[in-house]
């Protein structure tokens, strides 16, 4: 047996104990796991994994957590200081005693109304099998028809059981009617060694607008694997924006699907990685209808002997006449030993189309380092603030404020830790 | 103490390359020197030198700046010690707005000498005071630095970082090139007005005009990357009559 198929043995063990006590459509949880059995963890044959590799996944073991009443000030200390409603996740389950929802937002728990809208596509993707044959616990959010939701924060929390690395596998279903609106601010944290691999499935109705800002800073020891899929129906909105820091290997995978006229989804990113860190992000923007726009700036900076990898898939319907897609890919390598993968993939079949993409990847400037250095400015400030500067044409696509602020507070913190 | 700026037989090249072949010169506090040359006889390569750029290898000589070993010292050693490089061709940075970059430099320099820095409204406050004395517009400062100004507009703030950094010994690299008369007397103006016992300036320049407005101490003429001849502020209404043929022979 190789290392992928012995990794996914765990995993179904773990299915065969907890089965009967799963919520939701057992059916649908038997499928999963014949799915997951025969397709295993994704591996170097499959080209949607080309540029990452699951083995330290599979060679390491997970255990389920335990009963999460550990102690998380430290960890609530962590998260940004945004004036909002939270939804808590420690260790996967939901803490009501941590969480409340904005007014007019209707926030509900996996556990206790399992929830599986059909996005998902456990049969294709096989750490979305893993997480629909295992999700005990996740975010049920209904932002209901004409509402402003303002701003929830949807916070993971990941405790340190020494010695024993859990995996959970949340599962969360972000839903908003006709006209409505929120922000949703999704941030992950955590210490020790684990596995975080939630599935996020969104709908957004007709005229619906979400906003969703996610910053990734999970543990140095960490997997973070996140799948999302989102529909949105007729001018409908789906803006995101997401920062990666953390993990020792993160993919965040998102499938977007503009699926009414007048649509449009925003799906920047910026991944800050170091050391021996690799993160993948990984989208698949499909326009099945016409006059919907997609847009996409991405920036890696990687330090180290770090990796990090863009694929940057566009599907264009043969009725999405007047699309407007976008994308662009920058990376910003500060050392001779890190690297980039980039894969942009359009695949038009409609004639009427404006799709464009761009890859640039380089170095600091050494001119601009010695002009800053030659005004006081001392080598490290310099670079700071030139990798700064580099992310802010991505970080601009942040226009909620206080969003905006912790990012900022996050990408100075992580400069940090790499001077220390 | 002898002067401020101390060069003493200094070599200097790049890519195994000599360009500066032996500089001697002595700028004193207080006083205003120019450089004239005509273009590749290494002026540009001085000021770099003198302000830390890394390419260029010194192989020989040395240079004292208010008495301690400015060669021994990091580029940004240099500005805190007081030295200021206005670039010939200033560095646009994206994403680093004006503002955020002049703050950034001055509260970087006073850290550096043990003075408290400056917070944003009274940073600001100085800069709008000292952009007004130089006749630049306001938004200049909210602008990210250099990227897409004006020729002239890239010189002006090159004399507005050190207008605000206050250096004890100001380099300008061709800063008069490209300006019109009105934005030539704004830049003498903002030289002039640092002007004092605590200040010394080595200004280099391919035309005379400049020093009908900031007068110098001295003339230095370089070819070769050497000093030829030096003299007083009549040298360089000589060297625009006769222009610098007669003195290459004698180089
Ligand atoms: N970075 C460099 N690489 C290679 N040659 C250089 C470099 N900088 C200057 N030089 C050469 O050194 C000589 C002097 O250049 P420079 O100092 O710019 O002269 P000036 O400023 O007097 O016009 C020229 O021949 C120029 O081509
Ligand atoms: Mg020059």
Redesign the interface.
């Known amino acids: 047996m190789n290392a992928l198929a012995a990794g996914s043995q765990g995993f179904l063990a773990r299915f065969e104990g907890l089965r009967d006590r799963l919520p939701g459509d057992p059916a649908l949880r038997a499928a999963a796991a014949a799915a997951f059995r025969a397709n295993g963890l994704p591996g170097p044959r499959d080209e949607a994994w080309k540029y990452t590799s699951l083995r330290p996944l599979a060679e390491a073991s997970f255990h389920e957590p335990l009963v999460p009443l550990a102690d998380c000030a430290a960890l609530l200390a962590r998260l940004p200081a945004i004036e909002a409603p939270r939804a808590v996740f420690v260790d996967g389950r939901f803490r009501a005693d941590l969480s409340a929802a904005p007014p007019g937002v209707v926030l509900d728990h996996f556990a206790a109304s399992p929830d599986f809208p059909g996005l998902a596509r456990p049969q294709r993707d096989s750490l979305v099998a893993l997480n629909t044959m295992l999700a005990e616990d996740g975010a049920i959010v209904t932002v209901p028809a004409g509402v402003d939701g303002g701003t929830l924060m949807l916070a993971s929390l990941a405790t340190d059981t020494p010695g024993r690395a859990v995996a959970f596998h949340p599962r969360h279903v972000i839903r908003l009617g006709a006209g409505a609106r929120l922000t949703l601010i999704e941030v992950s944290v955590g210490e020790g060694s684990y596995l975080h691999n939630p599935v996020t499935e969104i709908l957004i109705a007709e005229d619906a607008v979400l906003t969703h800002v996610r910053l990734q800073d999970e543990a140095a020891r960490s997997f973070h694997l996140a799948t999302l899929y989102a529909e949105i129906a007729a001018r409908g909105t789906y803006d995101s924006f997401s920062l990666t820091l953390g993990a020792r290997m993160a993919r965040s995978e998102v499938h977007a699907r503009l699926a009414g006229p007048g649509a449009a989804t925003h799906l920047n990113a910026a991944q800050l990685l170091s050391g021996v860190q690799h993160a993948d992000f990984t989208t698949v923007v499909r326009h099945d209808a016409p006059g919907c726009a997609s847009r996409q700036t991405v920036k890696n900076v990687l330090a180290g002997r770090s990796r990090g990898v863009f694929q940057g898939r566009i599907e264009v319907a043969r009725i999405a006449q007047k699309t407007d897609g976008y994308q662009m890919n920058q990376a910003l390598l500060l050392s001779p030993d890190a690297e980039i993968d980039c894969k942009p993939e359009l695949e038009i079949f409609a004639d009427d189309v404006k799709c464009s993409h761009g890859a640039t990847v380089g170095e600091l400037d050494?001119?601009?380092i010695?002009?800053?250095?030659?005004?006081?400015?001392?080598?490290a400030?310099a670079r700071a603030?030139?990798v700064?500067?580099?992310?802010?044409?991505a970080l601009d696509a942040v226009s909620h404020v206080q969003a905006r602020a912790a990012l900022d507070h996050a990408v100075t913190l992580w400069w940090e830790r790499q001077a220390a | 103490m002898g002067a401020l700026l101390q060069i003493a037989g200094l070599t200097a090249g790049i890519d195994g390359r000599e360009i500066l072949t032996g500089i001697d010169l002595d700028v004193p506090a207080g006083e205003v020197h120019a450089v004239m040359g005509p273009n590749g006889s290494g002026k540009s390569t001085l000021s770099y030198v003198l302000?830390?750029?890394?390419?260029y290898a010194v192989t020989g000589g040395s240079v004292r700046f208010g008495g301690a070993d400015l060669l021994a010292m990091?580029?940004?050693e240099?500005?805190?010690a007081g030295l200021?490089?206005a670039?010939q061709y200033?560095?646009e940075?994206?994403?680093?707005g004006n503002a955020n970059?002049l703050r950034?430099?001055?509260n970087?320099?006073r850290r550096?000498r043990g003075e408290p820095e400056l917070d944003a409204v009274n940073f600001l406050k100085l800069a709008r005071a000292e952009t007004k004395r130089l006749s630049m517009p306001d938004d200049m400062l909210k602008r990210n630095v250099n990227v897409g100004f004006s020729g002239g507009e890239k010189k002006r703030n090159e004399v507005l970082?050190m207008a605000l950094?206050r250096p004890r010994l100001a380099i300008l690299d061709e800063t008069d090139s490209g300006l019109d008369i009105d934005a030539l007397k704004i830049v003498a103006d903002g030289v002039n007005a640092q002007r004092g016992p605590e200040f010394a300036a080595l200004v280099i320049t391919h035309y005379q005009r400049l020093l009908d407005y900031i007068v110098p101490d001295r003339v230095h003429v370089l070819i070769g990357g050497r000093i030829v001849r030096s003299g007083g502020p009549e040298l360089a209404h000589e060297l625009e009559a006769s222009g610098y043929a007669g003195l290459a022979e004698a180089a």
């Open positions: 050494p001119a601009q010695f002009y800053l250095r030659s005004r006081g400015v001392p080598e400030q603030m030139l700064r500067a580099f992310l802010e044409s | 302000a830390g750029r890394e390419d990091a580029p940004e240099r500005a805190a200021f490089l670039f200033p560095v940075l994206p994403g680093v970059f950034t430099a001055l970087a320099i550096a970082q950094l």
